[in-house]
């Protein structure tokens, strides 16, 4: 009927569940700095501002290939990031490019979109801005061109 092997996980799986389920009258000793009375601070947390629904973000994979971001910097009120465009192609491109503004830890914080038009066989510069409240350390992450 059952082996021995699954009766004994069936058996441990049980034993397990009862174990961490069962309560307890005593209140558990307060241990380290919280226990002497002394409040810790929260951790940082930064303000988000909305960001748009991912399936409205523009991101073409080959015109990703010719987008780059040369620069991510701080602005009076905000950051801002810069890049540069290539079009290999015989024929202008409009391109919408959206960046995010993240944390070093990777939370992103607010995004900025800018339009540029790349001539044929040409380059083009771009900066993408906005105004939030930021982190003293920021990444500016390419995420979508198109």
Not at 29 to 55: D, F, I, M, R, Y
């Amino acid at each position: 009927m059952f082996s021995k092997s699954a009766v004994v996980l069936l058996t441990v799986a049980v034993a397990s569940t009862v174990v961490g389920c069962t309560s307890s009258d005593q209140k558990p000793t307060p241990t380290g700095a919280a226990a002497s009375g002394s409040k810790t601070t929260p951790a940082h947390v930064p303000t988000q501002e909305p960001l748009p629904e991912p399936s409205k973000i523009r991101n073409d994979v080959k015109l990703r290939r010719t987008t780059a971001i040369t620069g991510c910097t701080s602005k009076s009120g905000g950051w801002q990031a810069t890049g540069k465009s290539v079009n290999p192609s015989k024929k202008d491109v409009k391109l919408t490019i959206t960046v995010f503004f993240t944390t070093t830890a990777a939370t992103v914080l607010d995004y900025a979109t800018t339009k540029v038009t790349v001539p044929a066989k040409g380059d083009a510069t771009w900066t993408a801005a906005a105004s939030f409240a930021a982190e003293p350390n920021m990444r500016c992450v390419l995420r979508g061109v198109g």
